[in-house]
């Protein structure tokens, strides 16, 4: 059993290689699954997490959100471990799910800016706006440069017509991610609005 259980360790390890450098990601993927099934005792979480980024980088958001939560039952403390979840749930567009584990993550670590700004954008693209200013806003208050919260901000603030505030925040936007049709868009509306 013991030589059974390290031959499966070792193809985990060297699936997981494959899988940051792999030219077909989805081989690899399988290829860790299929280690990690093989092992009878209990991987670390960051085995699972480290899949679950994998199958959120080929868009399958389902399968990685049963990596987190495996990850999380080895880790249930882990602010990464809910805020990955949530991020998966959040492109499932699985609103009220991404909430809840954003807001685990938050109970765990309060200033974790990537599950404050999560939770921004889930509050953002459900319509609350105001909140997600405010949840942006707490999220650079830890990483002044985080663009995905500058990006949300200033999205949300134009969301609420508050152009002029929002300006600043398209540009900063723009700065950290040139090639963001987002922004560049985002800018082009929120400066029209200000002409017209």
Known sequence: MGEELAGARAKLEEALTALREADAPPAAVRSAELALAALDAKPRSD?????GLALEDEGRYDVACDFYLEALQREPTSAMGWTNLGEARRKLH?????????????????????????????????????QAVTGFERAL?????HAFAVL????ALSELGRQRHALPWWEKAIALQPDSGFASDGLARCRKSLEG
Do not use: C, F, I
């Open 47 to 51: 085995a699972y997490m480290s899949v």
């Open 94 to 130: 699985r609103w009220g799910a991404a909430l809840d584990a954003y807001d685990k993550a938050l109970e765990h670590q309060p200033t974790y800016p990537w599950a404050l700004a999560g939770r921004a954008e889930a509050l953002r693209m459900t319509g609350r706006a105001e």
């Open 141 to 145: 208050e830890q990483a002044p440069d």
């Open 152 to 155: 949300g901000l200033a999205a």
